[in-house]
């Protein structure tokens, strides 16, 4: 209880921070006067819930940050998913090195609020998880490659450690720890205005983690696909939707994919804001989990 | 029983040498007609994009638009160096000329190819960006659409593979 506190003070700390320095630079309007942030506004993507570059429910291939080949990016992030009966917020950052490789790091904490005492865990009770990705580029452009039909691939790692390990396995889940291993592909159609993204995701993950890895029903990896499509409003807003499919390994509950429909606006390099319907469909004793999903980043 | 697979492999190797011989032919093409080419991928002129011309305001709107595509250049710290001892009203003729040919426009584009102009500039991929985002700003201003510039955009980017050296 007490460590969790002082994560969270440290985080929100550092997104203070980081709020101030993006503001500072906010005020210099569009003059661009530094050497970092080399990519183009908003192809960095925006912060996926496991903490990587992407949409808001997947990772794409690009490499956070707006670092080019010889530049260091970074950000922070903090989003919240209010469903009708749970919700979930996540922080998390990254770095991205030379639009080559991404480390990032994320706490999930999905809260049960009435769901909970109705299950006799308590009102409110929490599952943590820490989610701990690195994600390499394997070739392609996918912003500048405009004259091929290539995409940019990147392959990567989401190691993900859930807090209740007496929970997710009384539930029928085999292990509190889990790693996702994915493939992505992603590709912006500078002329339509669209970019695209196809990922495909090798997991054991019961509802992302949150209940466990592995299950009664099934305990081997399965291969799940994952989409995004965004369309370019202007420089600064996309709009979009997304689509994550899901295993179903456990006796106790069925789980169902994921789509959302979202709104992305940078009004700088160095913040962007995130707006999304989400319905994440049946989770435990609750159906039709349909709400918003809001998420703001900070970085350079 | 031999013979058809040993015309096989004689007529295959008559075509391999044929196709390497016209290979070797190619460097000695005169050189005008290789610099036509290159100058045709510096500015590939596409009839798709005709409708797009006049959202760009024709030929005068792309000399305004070219026009404050430099000042911002020069503005940009991040470009300044490479525009601040050229001859900037040459390169801004260069510029209008091959945006017209790419949006179809009656125009001819006669500057140098984009692996000629920028050899040895070290440009980066920041750098490249840097002067995509200037010349966004500038098409902004002008009122072009978003998507318009998008086509033009997508046009230009691959020409990184040819300008980025670092
Ligand atoms: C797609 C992007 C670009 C296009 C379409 C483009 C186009 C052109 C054109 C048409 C010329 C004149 C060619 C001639 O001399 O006949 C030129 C020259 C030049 N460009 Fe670019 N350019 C691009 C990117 C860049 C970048 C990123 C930089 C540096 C930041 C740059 C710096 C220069 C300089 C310094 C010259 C003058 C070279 C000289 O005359 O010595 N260009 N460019």
Same mark, same amino acid.
């Given at each position: 209880?007490?460590?969790?506190?002082?994560?969270?003070?440290?985080?929100?700390?550092?997104?203070?921070?980081?709020?101030?320095?993006?503001?500072?630079?906010?005020?210099?309007?569009?003059?661009?006067?530094?050497?970092?942030?080399? @990519?183009?506004?908003?192809?960095?993507?925006?912060?996926?819930?496991?903490?990587?570059?992407?949409?808001?429910?997947?990772?794409?291939?690009?490499?956070?940050?707006?670092?080019?080949?010889?530049?260091?990016?970074?950000?922070?992030?903090?989003?919240?998913?209010?469903?009708?009966?749970?919700?979930?917020? !996540?922080?998390?950052?990254?770095?991205?090195?030379?639009?080559?490789?991404?480390?990032?790091?994320?706490?999930?904490?999905?809260?049960?609020?009435?769901?909970?005492?109705?299950?006799?865990?308590?009102?409110?009770?929490?599952?943590?998880?820490?989610?701990?990705?690195?994600? !390499?580029?394997?070739?392609?452009?996918?912003?500048?490659?405009?004259?091929?039909?290539?995409?940019?691939?990147?392959?990567?790692?989401?190691? @993900?450690?859930? &807090?209740?390990?007496?929970?997710?396995?009384?539930?029928?889940?085999?292990?509190?720890?889990? &790693?996702?291993?994915?493939?992505?592909?992603?590709?912006?159609?500078?002329?339509?205005?669209?970019?695209?993204?196809?990922? !495909?995701?090798?997991?054991?993950?019961?509802?992302?983690?949150?209940?466990?890895?592995?299950?009664?029903?099934?305990?081997?990896?399965?291969?799940?696909?994952?989409?995004?499509?965004?369309?370019?409003?202007?420089? @600064?807003?996309?709009?979009?939707?997304?689509?994550?499919?899901?295993?179903?390994?456990?006796?106790?509950?069925?789980?169902?994919?994921?789509?959302?429909?979202?709104?992305?606006?940078?009004?700088?390099?160095?913040?962007?804001?995130?707006?999304?319907?989400?319905?994440?469909?049946?989770?435990?004793?609750? &159906?039709?989990?349909?709400?918003?999903?809001?998420?703001?980043?900070?970085?350079? | 029983?031999?013979?058809?697979?040993?015309?096989?492999?004689?007529?295959?190797?008559?075509?391999?040498?044929?196709?390497?011989?016209?290979?070797?032919?190619?460097?000695?093409?005169?050189?005008?007609?290789?610099?036509? +080419?290159?100058?045709?991928?510096?500015?590939?002129?596409?009839?798709?994009?005709?409708?797009?011309?006049?959202?760009?305001?024709?030929?005068?709107?792309?000399?305004?638009?070219?026009?404050?595509?430099?000042?911002?250049?020069?503005?940009?710290?991040?470009?300044?160096?490479?525009?601040?001892?050229?001859?900037?009203?040459?390169?801004? +003729?260069?510029? /209008?000329?091959?945006?017209? /040919?790419?949006?179809?426009?009656?125009?001819?584009?006669?500057?140098?190819?984009?692996?000629?102009?920028?050899?040895?500039?070290?440009?980066? +991929?920041?750098?490249?960006?840097?002067?995509?985002?200037?010349?966004?700003?500038?098409?902004?201003?002008?009122? /072009?659409?978003?998507?318009?510039?998008? +086509?033009?955009?997508?046009?230009?980017?691959?020409?990184?593979? /040819?300008?980025?050296?670092?």
């Amino acid at each position: 209880m007490h460590t969790f506190r002082t994560n969270r003070t440290a985080l929100c700390a550092a997104l203070l921070l980081a709020g101030f320095f993006s503001a500072g630079s906010t005020l210099a309007a569009d003059t661009p006067a530094t050497n970092t942030g080399g @990519k183009l506004l908003l192809t960095g993507g925006v912060s996926e819930i496991g903490g990587a570059a992407g949409g808001g429910l997947t990772p794409w291939a690009v490499i956070g940050g707006y670092g080019t080949n010889d530049q260091i990016g970074a950000n922070a992030f903090y989003t919240r998913v209010q469903l009708p009966d749970y919700h979930m917020d !996540v922080a998390g950052a990254l770095i991205g090195f030379y639009n080559r490789v991404e480390f990032s790091v994320a706490q999930q904490r999905f809260n049960t609020e009435k769901v909970g005492g109705l299950l006799g865990l308590g009102n409110g009770f929490t599952f943590r998880q820490n989610v701990y990705g690195i994600k !390499v580029r394997l070739f392609g452009d996918a912003v500048l490659d405009q004259d091929s039909w290539i995409p940019q691939v990147s392959v990567g790692i989401q190691h @993900k450690q859930n &807090n209740q390990e007496a929970i997710v396995k009384f539930v029928g889940a085999k292990s509190a720890t889990g &790693n996702d291993y994915y493939i992505s592909a992603t590709k912006l159609y500078l002329a339509q205005s669209l970019l695209a993204n196809v990922t !495909v995701r090798f997991t054991k993950a019961n509802q992302i983690g949150i209940l466990g890895f592995g299950g009664d029903k099934h305990n081997a990896y399965q291969a799940e696909f994952e989409g995004s499509l965004a369309y370019l409003l202007s420089r @600064k807003i996309a709009i979009g939707a997304e689509y994550r499919q899901k295993p179903n390994n456990l006796g106790i509950a069925r789980e169902d994919n994921w789509y959302d429909a979202f709104i992305a606006w940078a009004p700088t390099k160095h913040v962007s804001f995130t707006l999304a319907y989400a319905n994440l469909g049946n989770i435990v004793i609750k &159906n039709h989990q349909r709400g918003v999903y809001a998420s703001v980043q900070v970085g350079f | 029983m031999q013979t058809p697979y040993l015309k096989t492999a004689l007529v295959a190797c008559g075509c391999l040498l044929a196709l390497s011989l016209h290979a070797q032919q190619m460097p000695g093409q005169t050189s005008s007609a290789m610099q036509a +080419r290159q100058m045709a991928a510096s500015a590939p002129r596409d009839p798709a994009l005709k409708p797009y011309f006049a959202e760009f305001g024709g030929k005068p709107g792309l000399k305004a638009i070219v026009n404050d595509f430099m000042i911002n250049l020069m503005a940009d710290p991040r470009t300044h160096p490479f525009f601040a001892r050229v001859d900037r009203e040459r390169i801004k +003729r260069e510029l /209008v000329d091959q945006f017209c /040919v790419i949006l179809d426009g009656p125009c001819t584009y006669t500057g140098a190819s984009m692996a000629e102009a920028h050899r040895g500039l070290g440009i980066t +991929r920041a750098d490249f960006n840097a002067l995509v985002e200037d010349l966004q700003k500038a098409m902004t201003k002008h009122d /072009v659409p978003f998507h318009a510039q998008n +086509r033009l955009l997508a046009k230009l980017a691959p020409m990184h593979k /040819v300008i980025i050296e670092k």
